[in-house]
């Protein structure tokens, strides 16, 4: 396919993919700061960790998002509305460069909310979207994974879901030793080096047991199929709805419509906001390549580091 063409169609695909992002979750490893404050607006720099996420799907060509939302998360639905009062304010004190972002983040997508009701895991969470959704091919976004803008992730796995009509998840090769804080997939070669077929998926194993060390992190490109599937998926690790699980039915049951799974190995940046230190991790790392902050940072780390 001529590159103009496959332009079109990559554009034409993403535009009617909608994008889910689970953000019901208590965020209790932050606490106190996550008392009364959701953990997906938490600052990474000057931006809230679900501003980035959304951004990039925006940025992938998807207009349309839905936020699975839990109780006092109201401040999600207010940091992505209009604020007429302080807009006003920046654009009366002609400070045009905080008016833009603010606006900006605004004007990033159409961004519907639901509540989860009852927190009953991942899986659930995404079964809520059902409604909005549709009969479609949808995008699955966790916050807790922030992708560099640098390194996108998500074209090549909707190109690869128009390619193969399956279920496509993001992998990531890691450490043995780090394998149990993710699922982990048993996986099959294909043609590209960057795709790989997933045969299995176990939630969170002892490395011992993981069928290898190639862990799914926060980006999914799921058909609808997966909707029936999670109908009917019991409560797993944790008694917990998991969504690997409801994976784990299509990666074995490739039949028909919408079945099977495939993963892309994702080589880049990626940032997890959802552990303590890495969140931590995260804002130096990002700080330093900014060009407003890194040129003054980078020589006082290199000072402070000296220092330890």
């Known amino acids: ?109 159409d961004i519907h909310f639901v509540r989860q009701g009852e927190p009953k895991g991942l899986g659930h969470a995404v079964l809520r979207a059902r409604t909005h959704v549709g009969d479609a091919p949808f995008v699955v976004m966790l916050g807790d994974d922030l992708i560099d803008e640098r390194d996108p992730l998500l074209p090549k796995m909707i190109e690869e879901y128009e390619k193969r009509g399956a279920s496509v998840v993001a992998l990531m090769e890691v450490d043995p030793s780090m394998i149990h804080m993710y699922g982990a997939a048993a996986v099959e070669v294909t043609d590209d080096p960057d795709v790989l077929r997933v045969t299995g998926l176990v939630e969170k194993p002892k490395s011992e047991e993981a069928p290898s060390n190639y862990a799914v992190i926060g980006r999914y490109v799921l058909t609808p199929r997966v909707f029936d599937v999670l109908e009917h998926t019991a409560p797993g690790k944790g008694g917990e709805i998991q969504l690997t699980d409801a994976l784990q039915e299509l990666a074995t049951d490739a039949d028909g419509e919408g079945g099977g799974v495939y993963g892309v190995v994702f080589r880049g940046r990626r940032y997890d906001t959802g552990d303590r230190v890495d969140y931590i991790k995260a804002i130096v790392q990002l700080a330093v390549d900014r060009e407003d902050l890194g040129l003054e940072l980078r020589p006082w780390f290199k000072e402070f580091a000296a220092g330890l």
């Open 1 to 109: 396919m001529p590159e103009a063409a496959f332009g079109r169609v990559f554009a034409m695909s993403s535009k009617r993919m909608k994008a889910v992002i689970p953000a019901a979750g208590l965020g209790t490893r932050f606490l106190p700061a996550t008392k009364a404050m959701p953990k997906e607006m938490l600052p990474v720099v000057d931006k809230p960790a679900i501003q980035y996420v959304v951004e990039e799907a925006a940025a992938a060509g998807i207009d349309d998002i839905l936020v699975i939302i839990g109780r006092n998360k109201n401040a999600i639905s207010n940091h992505f509305d209009a604020m007429p009062e302080l807009e006003g304010k920046l654009k009366d004190k002609g400070d045009d460069d905080r008016l833009r972002r603010v606006i900006e983040s605004s004007d990033l997508a």
